[in-house]
């Protein structure tokens, strides 16, 4: 928080499966400006798994592409991620040079994301 009071920047949780805030808060970010830092892109691994509906031959993304879709939203300048090795860590910053996913991919990681919120049980 800056000196004044007012908010520098404003972290939530965003990902596939918790899209509430493409509604709730990016229109006021956007409108105020403000920076939106997100968390929790692969929704504590629950992403990267597979669920009872997805299609035959679905290959389930890796992390990468879940920053990718954070990432996307213009309201979003940056997302956290927490990778367990240098592997992962040179694979998550492949996503800075990354181009912007196409409609098309956005739409199959949103709807993985669906089905991933509709298995969450009571924890959504």
């Known amino acids: 928080m800056a000196a004044s ?12 499966a918790h899209r509430g805030a493409e509604r709730e808060v990016f229109p006021v970010t956007q409108a105020r400006g403000l920076p939106v830092i997100a968390y929790t892109a692969l929704r504590w691994g629950a992403l990267a798994r597979k669920t009872p509906d997805d ?24 997302t956290l991620c927490a990778p367990r090795s240098r592997a992962e ?21 949103a709807a993985h994301g669906a089905r991933v919120r509709q298995h969450a049980g009571n924890f959504q």
């Open 5 to 16: 009071g007012e908010l520098d920047a404003l972290m939530v949780r965003y990902n596939a």
């Open 55 to 78: 299609p035959p031959g679905f290959v389930v993304p890796r992390a990468a592409e879940w920053y990718r879709f954070v990432l996307a939203s213009p309201a979003v300048a940056v």
């Open 89 to 109: 860590l040179d694979e998550d910053l492949a996503v800075l040079a990354a181009p912007p996913l196409e409609p098309g991919e956005i739409e199959r990681l």
